[in-house]
């Protein structure tokens, strides 16, 4: 007991209502927000998977937010863990998100122009005030596990702001994390607070912790232990003190009490969870069950990725698990597992067109939310993992079952957690470049979780599409294409990349692709591109469409420019692959008629690039690119062509302009 409590054992000073305890940590981080003399300018929060540190940091970043410290005792609570009402620190929140999703949301937060990591941690550093970052939950970074994102995440945003000294940085990590994020600052500057460690442990808070949950849950039933003060205090102690410190090994004994209190002597230890498997396994033999069998129907849901699994997927991915049907198991089982169980809502696209079962959109269109389930800590889903023999066979075999609820492999139609999170089962059993050869799946996966399943794969071990989209999938996520311009874009790439097959299986999907790439020509040094047609050698033969470059003296095939100047001319067909013979000289420009009577206009920008109805004025479509464009031109007949530092393409424009049918141009 602190000096801080009387003498009858009643604290001075009223709990945090949140976190019902953990003093000594509110307070080590109210010094850290006062800028207390002495006070770490950094800290990592860490200890154990359900420690508790989750919820520490949320009860001590209500009290930073002046609408939750409105609601708060703040003056009944210990002065010394109150922080000062200072504006609001930056969280951004690193649940399935990349490093640089996580580095791009502080940029976004503190309004920096950085286009690059360097020059984003350069002008944090360059502030004239410092700022306060904390960073929670950093163990649920990433868009998949198998990418141990958190571990980069440390190494590559939260370790270089930890070396700003205009930073003042709070992060929850795991333990293996917390040495690394601090170990190359100066004494005095870090402090790794463990909530598992004797100096921060709280054992009286856990018992607090205990009794408010026997006595708080909502539809609990009326028993001793849940509404007589004196027997909800002596079943909060003992359940403390099997739990052995851990919060979630506690709050998973009392849902499990709570949801089906039959067969529970509160006077038995021996029911008492000591752990998070054992609370599992004792709630199982309670309830008369076999505790394999609710480990099976957990399965799928610790083995599942992003923020939860769609319950119709439950009981055939268990099925998958088990190798045997799980159907009935599942069905009747429910009341068994649901006190390990919560339901998530998650935020879809809405639908453009087919319907996707369960009820859930395509790609496309506007946002909806769909219920989803999953366990209630990724500690849970840990303990059941350890108990999986084989974790890729697993994985292969939800994956299989995944394929299978693909209606008639119409992607379109997937529902959205097959398509955006196939690839990370197919990771983790080992078998992901077998499935990197569909063009489909390229264009409708969420392309943040795609690429980051297939950057976990070696390069040497990813096949030609793969590594196409491994080098499009940063302009994919950037330009936030919907799935049609995702598909356009890959169209580009794979006939840039000799994969004429996949482009032309990408225009068989029933999307509406704003354009066929008609060629690429790997070609550097490409200044200007323009087109015309080059009349005939021959007199009654047809003059021909072409693309003239600028490119540089001496690049093979290509002729002086007419009237010297600098560089040279190289020719190549407008509507076909191939350099094209023919002096450049002869080459004609569209007449002022013919280029003011075509039914499109462009508007060029460094990288991007907008096409338009000339008689509307309307945007029909718009051309992002990863490098800057050195040259474009757009032919009457609707064929744009576009120059980087690296090569040239045509593209034959398709969209529908408004008020009118398709224009599909010569070819």
Known sequence: MSAAEGALGAPRYAPHPYVGGRTAALRALAAWRMCWPGAPRVIALTGDPGSGRSRLLTGFLMMCDPAHRKKLPLYDMDPATVPPDLPVPAVPDPTGRTADQVLRLLADHFGLDAARREDIFTELAALEEPVSIVVPDVDRAGPIRAADEPARLVADVLTPLAALKTVQLLADVPRALAAELVEALPSGQAQIIDLDAAEWADPEGLVRYAETALGDAA???????TTDPVARRALAEAMADRADGSRLTVRLGVRALLTQPDGFDPADASLLPGSVGEALDLHARRLGSDPETLRSILAPLALAEGAGLPARLLAPLAS????????????????????????????????DGDDVEDGAGSADGPAAERPLLRLIHPALADDIRSGLPDIPDAQARIAMALLEAVPEQDWSRADPYVRDRLAAHTLEAGLLPQLLTDPGLFAYADPVVLRAAVEAVPLEQLGAPARTYLRTAPLLIR????????????????????????ADALHTLGLDLPWRTLWSAPLAGVAAVTTGLLPPEDEGADARPVAAFLVPEGTPGSRPRPGGGKGALLLHHLLRPGYAEGDPARVQRPSKEAAEAAPYGFTPGADSLRVWDRPSGEVVTAVISDAPFTGADLSPDGVLVLATEVGVTARQILVAVPGGGPHHGAG
């Open 479 to 502: 330009s936030q294409a919907p799935v049609a311009m995702r598909a356009a874009l890959l169209e580009t790439a794979f006939v840039e990349d000799g994969l004429g097959p996949y």
């Open 320 to 351: 998958a698990v088990a190798g045997r049907d799980m159907s009935r198991e599942v069905a009747e089982g429910m009341p068994l597992a649901a006190p390990f169980i919560e339901p998530v809502a998650e935020s879809v696209d809405g639908d």
């Open 219 to 225: 539809g609990a039933p009326e028993l001793p232990y």
